[in-house]
Nanobody, 125 residues
Framework: QVQLVESGGGLVQPGGSLRLSCAAS??????????MGWYRQAPGKQRELVAD???????NYAESVKGRFTVSGDNAQHTVHLQMNSLKPEDTAVYFC?????????????????WGQGTQVTVSS
């Protein structure tokens, strides 16, 4: 099992910055974490990908955050961070950490999506 714990959300004025962090703790036998990233969900909207990073260091961003957000990770520490700059009111949402990880269970290796509990980001003056 993989548990994800997020930190760093809060209230910030438009144009400000926040840094989100997520750490994965593993119980049992981890085979590999393929990618970690961030999704967000605003009230009345579907959850959407914000940014993610693979174990090879490849990154992927939503168009709406390109040039403003930067995702980074540490494979050895099983952490992922999201540096958010030039924040806009439309960035207001609950941000969820996600990990795509394979664990060893019984006689096989199984791939799961894991989610954190979410952290609120509010951009408002």
């Amino acid at each position: 099992q993989v548990q994800l714990v997020e930190s760093g959300g809060g209230l910030v004025q438009p144009g400000g910055s926040l840094r989100l962090s997520c750490a994965a703790s593993v119980s049992g036998r981890l085979f590999k974490i393929y990618s970690m990233g961030w999704y967000r969900q605003a009230p009345g909207k579907q959850r959407e990908l914000v940014a993610d990073i693979t174990s090879d260091g490849n990154t992927n961003y939503a168009e709406s955050v390109k040039g403003r957000f930067t995702v980074s990770g540490d494979n050895a520490q099983h952490t992922v961070h999201l540096q958010m700059n030039s924040l806009k009111p439309e960035d207001t949402a609950v941000y969820f950490c996600n990990a795509d990880a394979a664990v060893v269970e019984g006689g096989g290796v199984y791939d799961y999506d894991y989610w954190g509990q979410g952290t609120q980001v509010t951009v408002s003056s």
